[in-house]
């Protein structure tokens, strides 16, 4: 039987109630409670950016935190971003320039790239490269995030 307590979770809108021991990270908590695997467990000790998520709208490492800390606020997964049949446009330009190969980092990389040019942290290449530097590809697909980045920023600019 499953030792634990209830633990409500808001996760992409929608209120959860999983029964967890107090030491689950949120991670497994999306993975093995609710089924959310967009969201990838590459080194589980927070050094590959590959479980990235939001909690009321900053960027946080699902790995290293702990689910019942999740629990009260607003938790926001891969799964999350597209609007029904529209692609995010973050999700849309890392197909547009062939940002990924094997793709197991990309989750992470696309919900940290959203947040880089949100804080206004994607100004030059070296910005980019800095402030996604959580998110490591062994792919090294590098060039083409940061291309797919560059396109959202200009985008977005161009719509204020
Ligand atoms: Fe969380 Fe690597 S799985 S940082
Ligand atoms: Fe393979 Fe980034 S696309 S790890």
Redesign the pocket.
Known sequence: AATGVPVPLRINGREHVVVLEPRVSL?DALREHLDLTGS????????????TVWIDGRRV????TLAVAASGHEVVTIEGLADGDQLHPMQRAFIEYDAFQCGYCTSGQIMSAVKVIEEGNAGTDEDIGEFMSGNICRCAAYPNIRAAIRHVRDAAGGRS
């Open positions: 991670l990838k467990k590459g080194c589980d000790q927070g050094t590959c950016g590959s479980c490492l699902a790995c290293l």
